[in-house]
């Protein structure tokens, strides 16, 4: 079965310090890769995702992620932090081939102090 | 641009009632979900639709029933309302089949049952 680690629950950052936000996941097959956001009171947004290709994707609001196949892991960052971005960060798989079976992490609560 | 309606945006149930949390999108696709979150545990998919008339279980589907009559609706019903079922529910949807197509969220419905 598929799963998705998030081993941060809550990161705590100061104002335009850089941030990473680990996810790692378990897969027998090739998969899609995700990470949504959720602000206060919101549903989740997509942040940024991966399906082929470079493994540097880049996203909405200056976030950055790495596909890294051999560690299975695909770690968002972002190089300095604004106080908007105060928010759940939700690390997300789908495997090719079984149809849109998505498989959520538990999330990570940034919170940017000024 | 309505997007994913969900409503209602909150609710309180006695145990034992019963509701129905309404989900309706306007852009034509084809897949919607139901996905509960819950504290530290992320999101988990509850049912799932391809298209009008065809529905399947997600992880957590007991206690739930869905329906899709038309490719607009998708609502989610619980019959006998258990305090294991007080959580924040997400509506979803999807265009086409893959893995790789991401989820457009509706904002929420926060369930308590007492």
């Known amino acids: 079965a598929q799963s998705v680690t998030q081993l941060d629950s809550q990161v705590p950052v100061f104002e335009e310090a850089p941030v990473e936000l680990r996810c790692n996941y378990s897969s027998s097959v090739s998969v899609y890769l995700f990470w949504y956001v959720q602000y206060p009171n919101q549903g989740l947004q997509l942040l940024l995702k991966?399906?082929?290709?470079s493994t540097l994707v880049k996203g909405i609001n200056g976030f950055e992620a790495e596909f890294n196949k051999s560690q299975t892991s695909f770690h968002l960052r972002k190089p300095s932090v604004h106080i908007s971005d105060t928010a759940e960060y939700f690390c997300a798989v789908s495997e090719w081939g079984t149809g849109n079976q998505f498989y959520f992490g538990t999330g990570t609560s940034l919170t940017v102090i000024p | 641009n309505a997007g994913v309606t969900q409503t209602p945006k909150f609710r309180i149930l006695k145990i034992g009632q019963s509701m129905t949390l309404q989900c309706t999108q306007d852009?034509?696709?084809?897949?919607m979900y139901w996905y509960r979150q819950d504290p530290g545990m992320g999101l988990k998919l509850i049912y799932y639709?391809?298209?009008?008339?065809?529905?399947d279980k997600g992880e957590v589907p007991n206690g739930y029933n869905v329906s899709r009559s038309t490719t607009e609706d998708f609502p989610l019903r619980l019959e006998l309302a258990a305090p294991s079922q007080t959580s924040v529910y997400f509506c979803a949807s999807s265009y086409i089949q893959g893995a790789n197509e991401k989820l457009f969220f509706g904002s929420g419905t926060q369930l308590s049952v007492l």
């Open positions: 639709s391809v298209g009008a008339g065809i529905t």
């Open positions: 991966y399906l082929s290709g």
């Open positions: 852009m034509n696709h084809n897949y």
